[in-house]
């Protein structure tokens, strides 16, 4: 097969052909669904023919592949970025507009795939996205969510959470396959007998089973003509299942049962960093993982392959612990049903498996009741036991009966249940372990798994996170890429460092005219986005100070609030006068996990602050909240390019890395940020003077903690602080009802888990360095142009080169 002329005809006829037989319709009687669709399989024409030649070639060479397992990925709009990656844009904007079509129109229509909560699952989409470019084997396994994260609104600036129909209108970048169906089983019981050759085996007999079936995406490279695998795996019901109740007469039984099964890809949990242990959660964690493990094992070794070898064609990452059932499901697939020795399966199994830890937040390690283990997966449950049992003898073997270190470090926790540490099994499988950032992967060895640490020297390593510079640089600020490529030409898309070249650029005044006339651009296009999305406004001139990520507590949004009540009474009550506050767009997007309270009452309040703020002629043309509702990856692509200062004020220890911040940076935004997850590399990178640093570091805040935390303190010894709780607990926001936030003030004076009155001074004083910064537009461009040039270290394409070194060892190219 061969891809249609890469012309402006070839596009033109192979689009009016899709219309006419993928859509039934003509150019004239099509609806704007049905162009986009046509416009879709038109781009996806051009990609088919190197995406099965790809497949074939890795199925032939059987290259040792990266099979990423990740319950989650957060996509972003395809169409754009296929266009990109085939360098068809400028020939589909030509050829649609013979067609009297603005592919611009067409592009807004899409609704992206959310099929992950934040950092973690864009984190996923960069890593395939850097594969393909830098044409690394690569199949990525997830779960195609038919609900991906919730749509947010806001009532009475309330969130509410509506369901992501994303699939509503269908999905022209998928292509299932039913005919590769899997059959994954759940429940029932595990039993020995004897096998042929009279040895005495166990196996599992599942009693309940669902189907399997993968749906495919393309990934493009860029530019190099390579197409990877993205596997989403649907729930469906099996047929046997179904005729069996059906046959019994109960049809509304067999429908519930349907239902039952396909609730397992039914919807993304919208938790973000802390799990709560459902048990449909551990459902969809063992369907992807074994429907995977089966899908690699059945269609990419070469029939009669010897499994004793796989460990040179495949390596699964497991991104983060959600996907570390694969373990105990390997052994058993090579131990119950190909029929290894238990030694000989886990000597393999050890090196098949790699494991990323994403977090250091206790409660986001996740941890499941032995007795839904037991329940749900009897065999696997048996497995763990026995490498548990294994690893604790090598432990005796190496410290003695040292109980407690045995206790601790022992994969089944006693307490307050019994329960699998999945964390501690990852660890123990693992070739490797990997933090996502320097801090965070110190602290892991040292805090976390010290002892791990001890007993395997050498499995942690670091691999900082990256972002592709593609989607969140060339995609999303054309602009500024063009400037670039003027300055120092086109090689920096796939090569980041490169960017180094601009430093001198800094001190050239012509340049950086250009470049704020590009910020300038970039917030003129966000304020029209946000005027037709929400009805609001970037205020001509205003620093944009933007916070922008899920919403917990320990990213301390209540922070930012705080500056914002404080700079907001500072000028009402007289004390600061207008003319001397830098005129700040304060813009806020997150989501809260529908279940967390105290998120979501905070989500209340900054809306509650807005509301005042934004209708108070005190300050009116000077301060501004907005908080457009439902951030997502098409929203950040508006956001970062146009962002001048980048919020990244978690509490030290706490943000495994961010990714976020490297965004803002290489967009050119500054960073006030603590000494936490990357903002550490960041800083170092771009240095001290193109950096706002605040607040505690990680061994200040351990240091607290022991000497005894006392909030009130804070609140007792800082005027501006008490002026702003006071505000917030006298009913200025909320109508004079004292109750409505009464739960966060308690919060912040009696509990602050997240230290945001220890740092409130440290960030206010910083706060005012960036005002003053800000009055010098030049130097502040300067320093801008600076993070770009320093932060390429941050591309994706580097954390893939780090794992294929430190980790993977797999080849560079097919
Ligand atoms: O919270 C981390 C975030 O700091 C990191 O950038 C991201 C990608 O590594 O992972 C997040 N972790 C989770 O979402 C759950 O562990």
Redesign the pocket.
Known sequence: MTAPAATVDGFVAEFLQNLNLERGVTLTASSPNDRYVALAYTVRDYLIARWLEDRRHLRETQAKTVCYLSAEYLLGRQLQNNLLATDLTAIATEALAQCGVDLDELRDLEVEPGLG????G??AACFIDSLATMSVPNIGYGIRYEYGIFRQTFDDGQQSEQPDAWLALGSPWEFPHPEAAQTIGFGGRTESYVDDEGVTRARWVPDWRVRAVPYNYMVPGYHNGRVNTLRLWSAQATDAFDLRIFNSGDYEEAVRAQTYAENISKVLYPE??TPQGKELRLQQQYFFVSASIADFIDTQLADGADLATLPDKVIFQLN?THPVIAVPELMRVLVDEKGMTWDAAWDITRQCFAY????L?PE?LEVWSVELMGRLLPRHLEIIYRINDEFLAAVRERFGDDEMRIRDMSIIAEFPERSVRMAYLATVAAAKVNG??EL?SQLLREKVLPDFDEFFPGRFINVT?GVTPRRFLRLANPDLSALITEAIGEGWVTDLERLRELEPYADDADFRSAFAQVKAANKRHLSDVLRARDGFEVGEGHMLDVMVKRLHEYKRQMLKLLHIVTTYENIVSGRVAVADVQPRTFLFGAKAAPGYVMAKRIIHLINAVGSVVNADPRVEGRLQVLFPPNYNVTLAERVVPAADLSEQISLAGK?????GNMKFALNGALTIGTDD??NVEIRELVGDENFFLFGMAEPEVEALWARGYRPSDFYAADEDLRRSIDLIASGTFSDGDRSVFEPVVSNLLYDDRFMVLADYRSYIDEQAKVDTAYADRDAWTRSAILNVGRCGFFSSDRSMRDYIDRIWHTPLAM
């Open positions: 909560n934040g950092g973690l864009r984190l973000d960093s983060d990323t830890c994403h977090t937040l986001a996502v950032a965070h996170n943000e495994a890395s961010g990714t997850g990357a």
